[in-house]
């Protein structure tokens, strides 16, 4: 399993379910994310997305 220690102080994130997630805090451990929208025309956060996304099951 892929331990996340480091923890990119840039990037707050708490979504636990990502393999990417610091394993105690609530940031990101990538150096870098790409966001992106699943909408047309995106007008509240909700409509856009961390496309780095990738869930603690895969590979
Ligand atoms: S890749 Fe995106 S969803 Fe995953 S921990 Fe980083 S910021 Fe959060």
């Not at 990538?30 to 047309?40: D, F, K, P, Q, S």
């Amino acid at each position: 399993m892929t331990e996340n220690r480091y923890a990119n102080h840039c990037i707050i994130c708490t979504v636990e379910s990502c393999r990417h997630h610091n394993d105690s805090k609530n940031y990101c451990s990538l150096e870098a994310i790409r966001v992106g929208t699943h909408e047309n025309d995106p007008t509240v956060p909700p409509c856009t997305d961390c496309q780095s996304f990738t869930p603690r099951s895969a590979g």
